[in-house]
């Protein structure tokens, strides 16, 4: 019986939209939707609570189904989570939208409620504006 559930609780884990970054990577390249990254630290409260809290309530909802979604581990990933990061405070959770002229990259600090990063990923369905911030292509994929 242990085995049965052991076995349920991976196909589970396998069958959610959190993804190392290079797996999230590679489907933004592969099927052009936008990469989300939360980046954060496990010492950190908001970071967890996003993490095991808002995240999977985004998931259960479907909210993520429509982006490649990934988590970094700023104490872990130092190199990437520099890169990806504009300031040091965590959470934050980062998301690169496609446009005709590049790609774009939007942000918000802190932890957040399920319906303000509903209206954030919302954010990636509009007409975006271009920008010039470094483009999902030149970030190096993880270490």
Do not use: H
């Not at 409260?45 to 095991?52: E, L, W």
């Not at 104490?75 to 990061?85: H, P």
């Amino acid at each position: 019986m242990s085995t049965f559930v052991s076995a349920l609780m991976q196909l589970s884990l396998l069958s959610t939209s959190v993804n190392t970054y290079d797996q999230a990577y590679k489907m933004t390249n592969e099927t052009g939707r936008p990469l989300v990254v939360l980046v954060g630290a496990d010492w950190c409260p908001g970071c967890q609570t996003m993490k095991r809290s808002v995240i999977p309530q985004l998931e259960s909802r479907g909210s993520l189904k429509s982006v490649a979604f990934a988590t970094v581990n700023s104490d872990q990933q130092q190199k990437l989570a520099g890169r990806l990061m504009q300031g040091s405070s965590i959470p934050q959770l980062i998301m690169f939208v496609k446009t005709d002229a590049g790609w774009q990259r939007k942000q918000i600090v802190g932890a957040r409620s399920v319906p303000e990063i509903e209206a954030f990923l919302a954010q990636s369905r509009s007409t975006p504006k271009p920008t010039v911030e470094q483009p999902v292509d030149r970030l190096a994929k993880a270490q």
